[in-house]
């Protein structure tokens, strides 16, 4: 019988003891204060462990085994419906009897109250096996989450503060709804001329007499669009001039089941995409056609919300990713094992053996990015929602070392940070990781990995959409770029004790791998002040000779289409000097706790340092004559 979750020592490391569980579990159980719920930490773990048990189990002998039907198969539009393989069917009902759509929804909106966090480890669970299957299930419990985030940010969720649980909630219908398995949601964001521009979005709002709410529009590849509750981004104000002010969130029920076993739609399906992979999951076209919404939050504040889950949305898709990686080494490495080739088997010759060391040494680096991400990102918004109810009822955080409203709005700032700082990168490497994986996959089979066979295939056409939804890897890289040179500009002093730190550590730590870490980390701060420099340099001469401190003034009269084209060039290439850097932080933190982790982070810096040198040789050195030639002026004077 076998296992997804058994079989993965890393994972089970995690569920083990690389997350700080105490303070998780703490305020997801309101410090066992609440009732119904676990006792103690090893209580709630020890439940965790089975739960993902059983799924690795299920999800090894149920899914598995379907998942080439599935994707032979594919989705159908008929009749208006999207209609699924009957094999996909089965393995939804059997999760839905296992409890898995309301693992993080809290008890008392019919859930199992798990962190988030484990709903993720079972989102890798899943995406090994099929990351259709993966995709459809994050659209359960994903959107109730995002619907309870919402209404607690617009104030309509009330908590009990004796009881200590939500005692009502403004969409909590729909929440239960999709607990049990009988709904499911979508997030309709993107439109035929707008993905990754939302300031181009065109579907409309408006508004009746009465303040009722109507959208019209379309909108394209809307996974499971086929769901009743669509969380859509629409145009509220018809001045486009506003861009991103002026989009609002609303709510659409996209059908009402009636009782004669009909279905009044209000939103309909007019396509089911013919996608190169992830051929189990319904990528919907949708057109609204004066379809009643629920503005959700204010109005204008469409693009705020959207921003509000978007880290969440993007460490669901990192953990998808490294279900495909986990495949793709596994498949890879069996197959290795296996296979002869001038005397001995592929897996011994230095190259095979090479590529396969260094996939699973980036799915530890990965996995150890992501779960960091993906805590910070739950705490910031267990605080908020748990924390504040908490002091407001005069019960204590202590256990957390919280002691006053200020503390505990700075922890939620700290959490904030590292998740937005960590999220870009996460996306990024994890989504291109996936798709060299595969690739490699197929490449390790031989001529084998090009048929349909082994799965090989299958792998890199699924993994080739990761770069592309939820933010594309570009716009991953801009969002990087931009949140750190921000940064440095809003505290230039800071960034300087930092390289000054850093450089000190560099030389002066007692043990060789932080040595190593801080160079790292050494670089990507040189890389970071040489892009600010370049940058400045465009437009300011002698920017050598300004201090630091005065760059922010610098650019206070900077366009950015046209002054930070240098940035712009180089922001995948500092991504990834960045993402080393993070990696290897995150890594050394725990190879301090758990010493048996310190191979684990010798083998990546031992790829890192390269790597790094040469990313930033790439920035230093290339991309004068290409921007030259993209510069406006050039093309003035070409058209004179
Ligand atoms: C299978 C699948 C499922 C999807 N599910 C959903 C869903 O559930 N809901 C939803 O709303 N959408 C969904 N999408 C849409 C997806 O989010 C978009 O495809 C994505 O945001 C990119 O938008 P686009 O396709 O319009 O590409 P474009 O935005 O046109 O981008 C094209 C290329 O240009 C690059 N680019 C764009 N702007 C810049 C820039 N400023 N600098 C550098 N490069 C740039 C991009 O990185 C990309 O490489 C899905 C897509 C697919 C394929």
Known sequence: MGNFFKDNEDLQFYMDRGIDWDSLIRITELNFQAPDGHESVAEAKEFYTDVLSMLGEFVANEVQPNVAAIDHKKVKLVDGEAVCPPEWDAIFEQLAELGTHGLPIPRELGGMNMPVLTYFMNGEILGRADVSAMTHSSFHAGIAMALLVYSVHEGTTTFDSEKLIISETRFGDAVREIATGAAWGAMDITEPDAGSDMAALKARAVQDEDGNWFITGSKIFITSG????????????????????????????????????????????????????????????????????????????????????????????????????????????????????????????????????????????????????????????????????????????????????????????????????????????????????????????????????????????????????????????????????????????????????????????????????????GAGLKTLQLVLQRTIAAKIKDVRRLPMSEWKAAFADMDPKRDFSYAMLHAERLTRILIDSAITEVLWNQAKEHPERREILERYIERAEPRVRFLYDEINTTGTRLLRRLSPDQDSRAAE
């Open 226 to 521: 086929h769901g009743k509750y669509h969380i859509v981004i629409a145009r509220s104000e018809p001045d486009m001039s506003l861009g991103l002010e002026g989009l609002s969130l609303f709510l659409v029920k996209a059908y009402e089941d009636n009782e004669d076993g009909t279905r009044t739609r209000y939103a309909n399906i007019v396509r089911v995409e013919e996608k190169l992979g992830h051929n189990g999951s319904a990528t919907c076209a949708m057109e609204f056609d004066r379809s009643p919404a629920q503005l959700v939050g204010r109005r204008g504040e469409g693009f705020r919300l959207m921003l509000l889950l978007m880290n969440n949305a993007r460490v669901g898709v990192s953990f998808e990713c490294i279900g495909i990686m986990e495949a793709a080494h596994r498949l890879a490495r069996e197959y290795a094992a296996e296979r002869g080739s001038m005397g001995k088997t592929i897996d011994k010759h230095e190259m095979i053996a090479d590529y396969l060391d260094e996939m699973e040494n980036d799915i530890y680096g990965v996995r150890a990015l992501t779960m960091h991400a993906a805590f910070h990102e739950e705490m910031a918004h267990k605080l908020k929602l748990y924390g504040r109810a908490m002091r407001a009822a005069g019960r204590s955080l202590e256990f957390l070392g919280i002691d006053s409203d200020e503390a505990l709005e700075a922890r939620i700032k700290h959490h904030e940070w590292e998740s937005r700082r960590m999220t870009p990168l996460m996306k990024y490497i994890a989504a291109e990781k996936s798709v060299e994986h595969s690739r490699r996959c197929i490449q390790i089979h031989g001529g084998a990995g090009y048929t349909k066979e082994y799965g090989a295939e299958k792998l890199l056409r699924d993994a080739l959409v990761m770069p592309i939804y939820e933010g594309t890897s570009q716009i991953q890289s801009l969002m990087a770029m931009k949140d750190q040179l921000g940064r440095i500009l809003k505290a230039p002093q800071d960034f300087l004790k930092d390289v000054a730190q850093t450089r000190w550590r560099s030389v002066s730590a007692d043990d060789e791998l932080e040595r190593r870490v801080a160079k790292i980390r």
